[in-house]
């Protein structure tokens, strides 16, 4: 299986060299959102385990950094990456042998976790992820693990953000289920005091209608005051050469400029 893949032109952090660390066949993780682009989850767990040994990062990023040009290391890909034991050791080696920032794109599920959040301490960028105003929305959007509730999420990033020195971003993922709660979600967001505010619509093949570019702006509004900018305001950035094309069809890249992570 393709660990590295890319890079892929992300609207948000540029040429993203990818890292998938849970690499399995179906989709591992705390989450079954309504708007997944890789289909329903085929483990839904919040345990934490190694899926790829740190050593085969070192080499297959090492490999690919020979044959692609890249502005950042992402950790994303076919489930959630705080899942991964080695996380916080894998982050070390891609920021060694790449010589890039790393930017991890978690859904914040674990981030009420000590342990997590040291992980995610040694990255450059971390991107969170606040989709829903309460708990029932949060269940109806997000699909948890059924221990999971969204107030110790929200508690984990406010913790998260305290004690990180890297850009801590907002994602905010636009769906219809909770597009008639911005003002509720924008409010929470002021508490958690990102760097930044994603606002997402999943551009991606996604068994949900994206949001058009007025609805989103709509919900902009409601994050006045914050450093707010959305999926359609932005450009799409030149990639020359990839790695990792199954994976990338895996992932279900779109052609053009839909790049959602
Ligand atoms: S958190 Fe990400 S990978 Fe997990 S179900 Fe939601 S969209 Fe899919």
Known sequence: MEIVYGPVSSWRLGRSLG???ICQKGK??????????LGRTTELTTERRVFVPTERVARDLGEAMKKVEADVVTFSGTGEPTLSLNLGEAIKVAKEISGLPVAV??????????DVRRDL???DVVVGE???PNEEIFKRINRPYEEIRLADMIEGMKKFRAGFNGKFSL?????????DFSKEIAAIARTIRP????????????????????????????????NARSV?????????????????????????RKAGR
């Open 28 to 37: 591992v993780c705390p989450f079954d959102c309504t708007y997944c682009s």
């Open 130 to 132: 606040l989709d829903a």
């Open 232 to 256: 359609y305001e932005t450009k799409k950035v030149e990639v020359k050469k990839v790695v990792g094309p199954r994976k990338l069809r895996q992932l279900k890249r779109p052609k053009a």
């Open 105 to 114: 794109l978690t859904n914040s599920s674990l981030m009420n976790r000590e």
């Open 195 to 226: 760097d930044e505010v994603q606002i997402n619509a999943p551009l991606r093949s996604s068994p949900v209608r994206p949001l058009t570019p007025e609805e989103l702006n709509a919900i902009k509004k409601d994050f006045k005051g914050m």
């Open 121 to 123: 301490a040694q990255a």
């Open 171 to 179: 994602e905010v993922m636009c769906a219809p289920e909770n597009k």
């Open 19 to 21: 890292v998938d660390l």
